[in-house]
């Protein structure tokens, strides 16, 4: 009858929908209050950038900060203790973060630059683990296995942090190209030695094995970086996707195929995904510079995620404790290791006739030596294999990267103006997304002319630029203008030079070597190498 009470068969259905429909909206509720937290993370991290930029700060120390306000000590009341999740979802956003650093390199900058730094993110790393482990175990009473591990997980410089610091200083490009190289490099090597150190309760593998073995991992990385990185970009040339937003999807992924491949034929991930990013960003690919921008949202996506989880990861209470030896470990690494494990890598490159690195740089390669969120994932995987004194370890290297990254990060930039490194006249990409430029495989540079510069007072054909080459706006006091040939040029003007792809180097040497002899540069025998 219509208006009649439901059946007992009814009303009971009816209760399990009301129930299952409740659990459904408190379900939702939660989700939708974690996405709102989640959100309100990146902005205040976004938001960050900016006093990170003004300071010279590298962002990952806002970030770490961020993550001990929301830990189950802070504000957020979020309690994680996962070691081995954290080391998983630390791998992964190291991966993203080097892919980034692969595809954002210019190969024209750091092909010089390869030699050395191979030699310091191998070499050096060997130095490094070995002088910081012979000097903190006495001091400290580490034993042996304790003392190599913390050298270990510390030998490693950061990625992240070295790009978002040294990519604002206007360094000279073998230099800048040296710390870009290693700390893509450097990853792979240290991360083999963390995890052969971390294994078993006591070290059994000679240091021939642990040196063969490393060797064949970097081998195989190596192999598979070089295998898919021209096969990518053979593939995405001559695949004409219906869009263009499927291109900076295809890279990554192809990121990931040789970051797991490797790994699954036990080589190196790390160095197969930085090696098969830095050969696909140097490709012409299709919309590159949007794949470029996608790679560097996705990479800050990762650091925020990363920075922040391990600030979560870490308990504040327990870090007072290890303040002391955290601080001597720090100054020995600093002052000791790390400048020991320039001075033989740069002798080791001069005997093998590599090249050579001058005691400025040796000086500013080893206070650049920055450590970030590289040696705290590390420090996760002993302490995810139960290693004794694995979390102690996890807490001093916490506290080592706080405090000597805001020790040398602001520094960097005072000290290499006080070594005479810093060379503001360098040229420097813009990117743009304009398919002409593509189709031409043409570059867009941007030049500013710095106080001091030879080039003040040199009309435009006195550049003597190839004849590819167009010098076509100028920018002087806020305004732009289109010049002439005989147009004059002044300290401060900044410039825009389009120029071939074939051509941009020598355009490049061309232009710092006005910066620095004149316009009679080549008569002075300044190259602008």
């Known amino acids: ?36 937290l989640s959100a309100a993370v990146v902005i205040a991290a976004i938001a960050s950038v900016r006093i990170a930029h003004r300071t010279g700060l590298p962002t990952l120390l806002i970030y770490l900060c961020l993550g001990l306000l929301l830990g189950e000590r802070g504000l957020g009341g979020i309690h994680f203790d996962n070691a081995h999740l954290a080391q998983e979802l630390g791998l992964i956003a190291l991966a993203v973060i080097l892919a980034e650093g692969g595809l954002t390199t210019n190969w024209s900058h750091v092909r010089d630059a390869v030699p050395s730094a191979l ?22 009473g580490l034993d042996w296995r304790s003392a190599f591990l913390l050298g270990a997980v510390l030998a490693s410089t950061d990625a992240a942090a070295v790009f978002s610091v040294l990519r604002r200083l206007p360094l000279p490009p073998r230099l800048a190209g040296i710390l870009e190289a290693e700390s893509g490099f ?22 021939p094995a642990t040196l063969l073995d490393t060797a064949a991992e970097l081998a195989i990385g190596a192999i598979v970086g070089l295998a898919v990185g021209p096969a990518g970009a053979y593939a995405l040339r001559r695949v004409a996707l219906p869009a263009s ?26 160095l197969a995904v930085y090696v098969a990013t830095l050969i696909l960003g140097n490709a012409r690919l299709p919309h590159r510079a949007a794949t470029r921008g996608f790679a560097e949202g996705a990479a800050w996506l990762a650091q925020i995620g990363l920075f922040v989880m391990l600030g979560i990861l870490a308990d504040p209470a327990e870090l007072p404790v290890v303040i002391v030896p955290a601080l001597v470990s720090g100054v020995l690494l600093v002052l000791v290791a790390r400048p020991a494990s320039v001075l033989v890598s ?24 920055l450590r970030g969120a590289v040696p705290i994932v590390l420090a996760t995987i002993p302490w995810s294999a139960g290693v004794p004194g694995a979390k102690g370890l996890f807490n001093d ?30 040229a420097r990409d813009l990117d743009v997304e304009a398919a002409p430029l593509e189709e031409l495989k043409a570059d867009l540079l941007q030049v500013r002319i710095p106080r001091g510069s030879l080039m003040h007072g040199v009309e435009i054909f006195e550049l003597r630029l190839p004849t590819d080459t167009m010098v076509t706006l100028v920018v002087r006091n806020g305004r ?24 941009r180097e020598t355009v490049e040497r061309r232009l710092r070597a006005v910066s620095r002899k004149g316009k009679l540069a080549g008569w002075y025998g300044e190259r602008g190498g």
């Open 1 to 36: 009858m219509y208006g009649s009470l439901p059946s007992r068969a009814e009303s009971s259905g009816w209760c399990r929908c009301d129930k299952i429909g409740a659990v459904a909206a408190k379900g939702a509720v939660g989700l939708n209050v974690w996405l709102l």
């Open 119 to 140: 030699v310091l993110a191998t070499v050096g790393i060997a130095v490094s683990v070995a002088v910081l482990a012979a000097t903190v175990a006495p001091l400290l």
């Open 186 to 207: 450097n990853d792979a090597p240290t991360v083999i030695l963390v995890m052969t150190l971390s294994v078993g309760s006591t070290l059994t593998l000679s240091l």
């Open 245 to 270: 937003g499927l291109y900076p999807i295809a890279v990554l992924a192809l990121a990931f195929v040789a970051y797991s491949g490797a790994a699954l034929l036990h080589g190196s991930g790390f």
């Open 346 to 369: 740069s002798a080791v490159v001069w005997l093998l006739r590599l090249g050579s690195m001058p005691w400025r740089e040796q000086i500013f390669l080893s206070w650049a030596g």
């Open 397 to 426: 290297v916490f506290v080592i990267v706080i405090v000597f990254t805001l020790l040398q990060g602001p520094t960097l930039p005072y000290l290499a103006r006080v070594l005479g490194l810093a060379a503001e006249g360098e």
């Open 480 to 503: 732009s203008f289109v010049p002439g040939p005989t147009t004059q040029l002044l300290v401060g003007d900044q410039l825009l030079v389009v120029t071939t792809a074939a051509q």
